[in-house]
């Protein structure tokens, strides 16, 4: 991991993490819980104003529950009556059902001018409040399972249907804040302000339909144990920025990062175009491909710059195992190999995977088809890996590399964790999105996914661009975030200028030089 940027990596805490956290700070630290919710509202309420202007004169409902939650949603009602607002508040809080900091909050509002507090009593007042400019979701905080419960089911399903847009408290109401699961009328808001740190739930699953942009509010809690007490991180563009490899000005092509990749066959030539252009796109010097003799021209029409070595090919037109002493004899010269992209599931060829995977003393990228050579070996990886492979399954071929299709999906960063140190290597659990583990067990999210990435070959793309990156020096872990953001960022660029389910993953290939040079470069 490059530590010197290792502060632009953003922690991302469970909900069982974020209670420690500011358990620990209440505490160790002696910073009272009234302390902090005053921090959280008084910082919602800056990212109000900064997002939508002065609210003097505005109207905001404020819906506030009885919990801590609540608290820091009655303290934006009370800040910006007192900075010139016109609140309303509804309340689930009554004193004696609420927190202590919360039912204290709920005194001190009392005093307040500017506010009107409706104690909830049912469904008819709401249906009566005065048309609001903005709407604060302070409901229901982080730790919430299942499906709503009344009168909180009712509550959201009107929030939803009004025109204003809705600012949620830490996590949207509904929204399980660890697996990101959505309860039937859980609040959509159009942003949320996370306090003192982005929770799983905000990223995994449905959280981001229900999240929206996310300002992450610093409420009081130290950097140091938010950090300590993080399940997982994600890398920001400057942790990006900062990692990529930068080109020696006097490089020549071997010293740039040689990628060996084993990819191809007679029917899917396009994934070896594709993964061996990726490699370039991203930086390597050379890249020397071993292909069967059937696909040369494909690829040599279509990336004049890949060497291929051509290879003996079996009837099914996948390389044959004879091809083994060719490749093996290549392995000193690279830096990286890229194994599976397009190989087919060739008995024979699912033989040859395994025997040269067993050779490779430098990093290397498994996908597709290299997977799926490995379904039924996976208790010989943590042998032959010595923690520089890099495995790259969605979530069906990592079903079947695990054998066990009942497992729990719900929480792919635990399970992501706990596979990748199991198998000694960097698992890259791509989907919306991918979720990366690494063998000491650490946990990232990538950036989110965009629907553009529906379309085949964005795949071999990814695979390809940490293989380049893999070759220039860069750490599996840190090849493979900085691979995701780029690829996304591509994404991002080609979805801005041109309908979104057009684009094919060839198109990435243009799309990636763009964005090192306009978001990735320093």
């Keep these: 991991m490059h530590s010197s940027a290792n502060h632009f990596l953003e922690p991302i805490l469970s909900t069982e993490g974020m209670k420690a956290a500011d358990m620990r700070t209440i505490e160790e630290l002696g910073i009272p819980g009234r302390q902090l919710m005053e921090?959280?509202?008084?910082?919602?309420?800056?990212?109000?104003?900064?997002?939508?202007?002065?609210?003097?004169?505005?109207?905001?409902?404020?819906?506030?529950?009885?919990?801590?939650?609540?608290?820091?949603?009655?303290?934006?009602?009370?800040?910006?009556?007192?900075?010139?607002?016109?609140?309303t508040v509804v309340t689930l809080a009554f004193g004696e059902n609420a927190t202590p900091d919360t039912a204290s909050n709920l005194q001190t509002l009392k005093s307040v001018e500017n506010v009107e507090n409706i104690p909830y009593k049912g469904m008819d007042e709401v249906h009566d409040l005065p048309t609001a400019d903005l709407i604060v979701d302070a409901l229901?905080?982080?730790?919430?399972?299942?499906e709503l419960r009344e009168p909180v089911s009712s509550l959201c399903s009107w929030i939803n249907t009004q025109d204003a847009p809705i600012v949620a408290m830490d996590v949207p109401t509904g929204l399980n804040s660890d697996s990101g699961e959505a309860a039937e009328n859980a609040v959509s808001a159009a942003y949320t302000v996370a306090m003192a740190a982005l929770k799983t739930g905000h990223l995994l699953s449905e959280g981001p339909l229900h999240s929206g942009p996310i300002d992450v509010a610093e409420i009081g809690i130290p950097d140091d144990v938010i950090r300590e007490e993080a399940i997982a991180f994600r890398a920001a563009d400057a942790w990006i920025t900062a990692t990529?490899?930068?080109?020696?000005?006097?490089?020549?092509?071997?010293?740039?990062g040689r990628v060996l990749a084993v990819v191809g066959s007679r029917m899917f030539t396009g994934a070896a175009v594709l993964s061996t252009s990726a490699s370039y796109r991203m930086g390597a010097g050379a890249v020397v491909c071993c292909t069967p003799r059937s696909a040369q021209s494909a690829i040599d029409a279509h990336v004049a710059e890949v060497m291929v070595a051509a290879q003996e090919e079996s009837d099914a037109g996948t390389l044959a195992i004879t091809s083994y002493d060719d490749?093996?004899?290549?392995?000193?010269?690279?830096?990286?190999v890229l194994i599976g992209c397009g190989l087919g599931r060739s008995a024979e060829t699912a033989r040859l995977?395994?025997?040269?995977?067993?050779?490779?003393?430098?990093?290397?990228?498994v996908d597709a088809d290299g997977l799926n050579a490995l379904a039924d070996h996976m208790d010989t990886l943590?042998?032959?890996s010595n923690g520089q492979l890099v495995l790259t399954p969605h979530m069906g071929e990592f079903m079947r590399?695990?054998?066990?299709?009942?497992?729990?999906?719900?929480?792919?960063?635990?399970?992501?964790?706990?596979?990748?140190?199991?198998?000694n290597v960097t698992l890259v659990l791509k989907g919306m999105p991918s979720v990366v583990g690494t063998p000491d067990g650490r946990a990232f999210v990538g950036p989110p996914g965009n629907p553009a990435l529906a379309t085949a070959g964005t795949g071999d793309v990814l695979a390809g661009s940490i293989a380049g990156l893999l070759a220039q020096g860069l750490l599996p872990e840190d090849a493979t975030l900085c691979a995701l953001h780029v690829g996304t960022a591509a994404t991002e660029?080609?979805?801005?200028?041109?309908?979104?389910?057009?684009m094919m993953a060839s198109d990435l290939l243009s799309a990636i030089p763009m964005v090192l040079n306009l978001r990735f470069s320093s």
């Excluded at 930068?246 to 010293?255: D, E, G, V």
């Excluded at 490749?327 to 990286?336: E, K, V, W």
Aim: glycine share 10%.
């Design 327 to 336: 490749i093996l004899s290549r392995l000193p010269q690279a830096d990286t």
């Design 382 to 384: 943590p042998e032959i």
């Design 493 to 502: 660029q080609y979805a801005a200028t041109k309908g979104v389910s057009s």
């Design 244 to 256: 990529l490899p930068r080109r020696a000005h006097n490089a020549h092509k071997y010293s740039a």
């Design 39 to 87: 921090n959280a509202g008084r910082a919602a309420c800056d990212f109000i104003e900064a997002r939508f202007g002065l609210m003097k004169n505005r109207n905001v409902i404020v819906f506030a529950g009885k919990g801590n939650n609540g608290g820091d949603g009655l303290v934006v009602a009370r800040i910006l009556a007192e900075r010139g607002t016109h609140v």
């Design 353 to 365: 995977v395994q025997a040269l995977l067993r050779r490779v003393e430098v990093p290397a990228v």
């Design 140 to 146: 229901l905080g982080i730790g919430v399972e299942g």
């Design 401 to 423: 590399l695990v054998g066990d299709e009942s497992i729990d999906t719900t929480n792919p960063l635990e399970f992501v964790k706990m596979y990748a140190m199991k198998w």
